[in-house]
T-cell receptor
Framework: DAKTTQPNSMESNEEEPVHLPCNHS???????IHWYRQLPSQGPEYVIH???SNVNNRMASLAIAEDRKSSTLILHRATLRDAAVYYC?????????????FGQGTILTVHP | NAGVTQTPKFQVLKTGQSMTLQCAQD?????MSWYRQDPGMGLRLIHY???????DQGEVPNGYNVSRSTTEDFPLRLLSAAPSQTSVYFC?????????????FGPGTRLTVT
């Protein structure tokens, strides 16, 4: 499994953009990069995923480095509801179908 | 759709007792799985199923049994509870179209074993 490195914690102010980094230098060429978040006392929630190109959806944007050794989850305007633990997860699929490996993640604090 | 539901929300067991954590989904997903999350840690995969009648072990399967007789339900059985099984348990399901990477998680069951 590819190892990931994320900051233990980050802080942001409400309505400001947030850039959450993740290093995954050992990622395989066919692994997708998934991001999940976990709000307090809830189950994880899928945020976004990508392979090579940058991706956008209603929740966030995902910027993937050209060498794929790192990625950044971008929350364009943080709200108090975005305070959560964010997990960056390389996902292989195939023989590892469905197996998500959660690390420690980044605790995001959003200040009003 | 109710999504993924789990019962009970909270449970306290004595060492040696057995119980079943229930998980159901109404999205017709073939893939279902169970994770546990210990305080301050990420989730770890216990067991998973790629369809009715098919189950397999994850990273930490010891002390747990599963079965999958229907697409909708995937119960997790604790055979003889131990304090080390105190944790929050999450069930998840995934549509085949996502390749297994996009999973929908339930709200969790918080289990304490004394």
């Amino acid at each position: 499994d590819a190892k990931t490195t994320q900051p233990n914690s980050m802080e942001s102010n409400e309505e400001e953009p947030v850039h959450l980094p993740c290093n995954h230098s050992t990622i395989s060429g066919t692994d997708y990069i998934h991001w999940y978040r976990q709000l307090p006392s809830q189950g994880p929630e899928y945020v976004i995923h990508g392979l090579t190109s940058n991706v956008n959806n209603r929740m966030a944007s995902l910027a993937i480095a050209e060498d794929r050794k790192s990625s950044t989850l971008i929350l364009h305007r943080a709200t108090l509801r975005d305070a959560a633990v964010y997990y960056c997860i390389p996902y292989a699929g195939g023989t590892s179908y469905g197996k998500l490996t959660f690390g420690q993640g980044t605790i995001l604090t959003v200040h009003p | 759709n109710a999504g993924v539901t789990q019962t009970p929300k909270f449970q306290v067991l004595k060492t040696g007792q057995s119980m079943t954590l229930q998980c159901a989904q109404d999205m017709n997903h073939e893939y279902m799985s169970w994770y546990r999350q210990d305080p301050g840690m990420g989730l770890r995969l216990i067991h998973y199923s790629v369809g009715a009648g098919i189950t397999d072990q994850g990273e930490v399967p010891n002390g747990y049994n599963v079965s999958r007789s229907t697409t909708e339900d995937f119960p997790l059985r604790l055979l003889s509870a131990a304090p080390s099984q105190t944790s929050v348990y999450f069930c998840a399901s995934s549509p085949e179209t996502s390749g297994g990477g996009k999973q929908y998680f339930g709200p969790g069951t918080r289990l304490t074993v004394t």
